[in-house]
T-cell receptor
Framework: GAVVSQHPSWVICKSGTSVKIECRSLDFQATTMFWYRQFPKQSLMLMATSNEGSKATYEQGVEKDKFLINHASLTLSTLTVTSAHPEDSSFYIC?????????????FGSGTRLTVV | GEDVEQSLFLSVREGDSSVINCTYTDSSSTYLYWYKQEPGAGLQLLTYIFSNMDMKQDQRLTVLLNKKDKHLSLRIADTQTGDSAIYFCAELHNQGGKLIFGQGTELSVKP
């Protein structure tokens, strides 16, 4: 149980375009999802907390107009990188919390490799 | 601050034990986790420990928690080449339910 599906696995886009990444909880309902960014050989940096039915909470230094998060249902959160630039190239990972798991289990998606050319 | 710190590299021989160390900062953290990440992949939860526990064993994995020193370790017994990966420790912050990760320890297992 507790599977999180993230799509696409990788995407290449041109500078100035927008890219949407989807994160779905397949067998549980997730009121809260999290979006991380990971640079090569580095740790995961929390970008924002996505709350179903309300606005996302962004970490300090993360541009909310640049990284749009929508959590319209209990099983889907999306991250849209708007007007992408090469410096936005990174590995983006989502995670979702299954509230029925007593260890506050967080399940991660398989990640999206974004390359902006 | 919210720093979780780990050593960056560890190299062991196949069959030996590996010990990966982590220090965390939030004394109110309720859960601490170990995740494994293989190249180009997401994170796989290996094990977790609740803050009122000192030790947890799960097959080849042993987690030790020293709450006084805010020190967490992961021991992998009989390390195999398939264990080569990056290992992250993470603490759960009670405020906001955020997971804060360490930098990751790259484990290299040599045959």
């Amino acid at each position: 149980g507790a599977v999180v599906s993230q799509h696409p696995s990788w995407v290449i886009c041109k500078s100035g375009t927008s890219v949407k990444i989807e994160c779905r909880s397949l067998d549980f309902q997730a009121t809260t999802m999290f979006w991380y960014r990971q640079f090569p050989k580095q740790s995961l940096m929390l970008m924002a907390t996505s709350n179903e039915g309300s606005k996302a909470t962004y970490e300090q230094g993360v541009e909310k107009d640049k990284f749009l998060i929508n959590h319209a249902s209990l099983t889907l959160s999306t991250l849209t990188v708007t007007s992408a630039h090469p410096e936005d190239s990174s590995f983006y990972i989502c995670s979702a919390r299954d509230p029925d798991r007593t260890n506050y289990g967080y399940t991660f998606g398989s990640g999206t490799r974004l390359t902006v050319v | 601050g919210e720093d979780v710190e780990q050593s960056l590299f560890l190299s062991v021989r196949e069959g030996d034990s590996s010990v990966i160390n982590c220090t965390y900062t939030d004394s109110s953290s309720t859960y601490l986790y170990w995740y494994k990440q293989e190249p180009g992949a997401g994170l796989q939860l290996l094990t977790y420990i609740f803050s009122n526990m000192d030790m947890k064993q799960d097959q080849r994995l042993t987690v030790l928690l020293n709450k006084k020193d805010k020190h967490l370790s992961l021991r992998i017994a009989d390390t195999q080449t398939g264990d080569s990966a990056i290992y992250f420790c993470a603490e759960l912050h009670n405020q906001g339910g955020k997971l804060i990760f360490g930098q990751g320890t790259e484990l290299s297992v040599k045959p």
